[in-house]
């Protein structure tokens, strides 16, 4: 139940939508962006966006591609441990620089998404991570391969303007439903990924999974011409024309009425600074927000990592178990100090299992989202990611341990699904794509140190990992739910 300050917000929120659709002075009825899309409301348009954009991010669908590209590492990590011979510190690198290309261009392509338009940017992203990509099967040597990988991050970080195009598209009711349906593209990328390994990997190799998984990328770039640029941002540039098409187009599509008057040009704003977001009126929201990105990132890739690398040496009960290969070959190589142990068919069909998990929560996610609210949902997904993590301690059967990394995975996907929603929604359209790269680059903060937690700490001490990971999603189930603004229900502000 809200409370009377939040009611009060809301409120306030809703009056300013209100009050802006007013008569002219020549008695002309005017009507905002925000009002076109309620009155629009959900069809045929919002549809094909789901199914192009995937929701926010990479490669067949943009999510897909993301989570390829992220399922890569994973999958690819111990035959690069083989072919170079890498010691732990090593392979973490890789994806740590893969976040750390991300979080430098992230808030780089924020700011050039709030100045030049979404559409652009999210196009040039998927050109530049499309290219890199395919460029990384070629490495020739540890040091290519990781310069390379960490240009795709670059690419990556451009696709959260996938997410704020749909977010400004749908109308308000909608955006706790769509965006966590998105999940299911996270999945299919996946599962794509783990599947082509199991049967590239053990034939043509590494060098081969990479070119396949950079076709989809590349084929998602002739879907653009479909994809509008956001009307929001067109009116906060002043280029109603423009904006007024789109939504007549979207209309159409829809087969609803546009609503009685003329698009109303709001006051003219400034595109969003960085020290818009340390504002008083929104500083504590901006830090919280950091926090929540930063420690869910933590816990998410530190999740797929743990998961590859418990596989990969057989960690069972809390102790690492001597390597032994799939195939029983006692070679030299086995027995490397550099843990060279490849994945066998068992250990792609746990990857398989585990990763389901990433939609198993979607219905309560969504169930949660809309009925208790971003803050508290986040919260108490939070809660039980920090209680799953400290299980994973509890000796118990190679399908006891499955079970909790399913869940876990689980878990931190709702976890990431909650938080991209709230984010979208608390910051006005003049600032949204700042906000979304400000806090993409503090979530890959997150992500570059849990390789070094996954892949390092954990062979050193895994009691000890595990509580670290536990209390950062402690702290973070703190953060949320004392987030001093509730969007749910609320409709997404144009300016500051």
Known sequence: MAT????????????EIHTERKESPKGQKTFTVEEAVETIGFGRFHIMLFF??????????????EAMEIMLIAVVSPLIRC???????????????????????????????????RWKILLLSFLW????????????????????????????????????????????????????????FWLAGSLLIIGLASVVNPTIGWRWLIRIAS???????????????????????????????????????????????????????????????IHPKYLRTTLQIWIIWLGIAFAYYGV??????????????????PPVQDSGDDSEESHSPCHCHLFGPTAYQTMIISTAGEIALNPLNILGINLLGRRLSLCITMACTALFF???????????????????????????????????????????????????????VGAMVAPFISQVLMNASFIGALCLFSSVCVVCAISAVTLPIETKGRALQQVK
Not at 52 to 65: D, E, Y
Not at 88 to 117: E, K, N
Not at 236 to 263: F, K
Not at 304 to 321: F, H, N, P, T
């Open 4 to 15: 009377a300050p939040e009611e009060a917000e809301n409120a306030i929120g809703l009056e």
């Open 52 to 65: 192009i954009m995937g929701s926010t991010v990479v490669h067949l669908f943009p999510k897909v591609a």
């Open 83 to 117: 072919e170079w011979q890498l010691q732990d510190w090593q392979v973490a690198l890789v994806t740590t620089m893969v976040f750390f290309g991300y979080m430098v261009f992230s808030i780089v392509l924020g700011l050039l998404a709030d100045r030049y338009g």
């Open 129 to 184: 991570a499309a290219y890199f990509s395919l460029l990384t099967s070629f490495a020739p040597s540890y040091i290519w391969f990781v310069f390379l990988r960490a240009m795709v991050g670059g690419g990556v970080s451009g696709h959260a303007q996938g997410l704020i195009i749909k977010t400004e598209f749908l109308p308000t009711k909608y955006r706790g439903y769509m965006l966590p349906l998105s999940q299911v």
């Open 215 to 277: 076709i989809p990328g590349i084929l998602l770039i002739l879907l653009f011409k479909f994809i509008p640029e956001s009307a929001r941002y067109n009116v906060s540039m002043g280029n109603m024309g423009a904006a007024l098409a789109t939504l007549q187009r979207i209309a159409r599509m829809n087969g609803a009425a546009m609503p009685e008057g003329l698009l109303r040009e709001p006051a003219k704003e400034r595109g969003g600074r960085f020290k818009d977001l």
């Open 304 to 321: 797929i990592l743990a998961s590859a690398e418990l596989l990969e040496r057989d960690v069972v009960c809390g102790s690492a178990a």
């Open 390 to 444: 400290l299980l994973l301690n509890i000796c118990t059967s190679s399908a006891g341990m499955v079970g909790f990394l399913f869940m876990l995975r689980a878990l931190v996907s709702a976890n990431f699904n909650t938080i991209y929603i709230y984010t979208a929604e608390v910051y006005p359209t003049t600032m949204r794509a700042l906000g979304m790269g400000t806090s993409g680059s503090l979530c890959r």
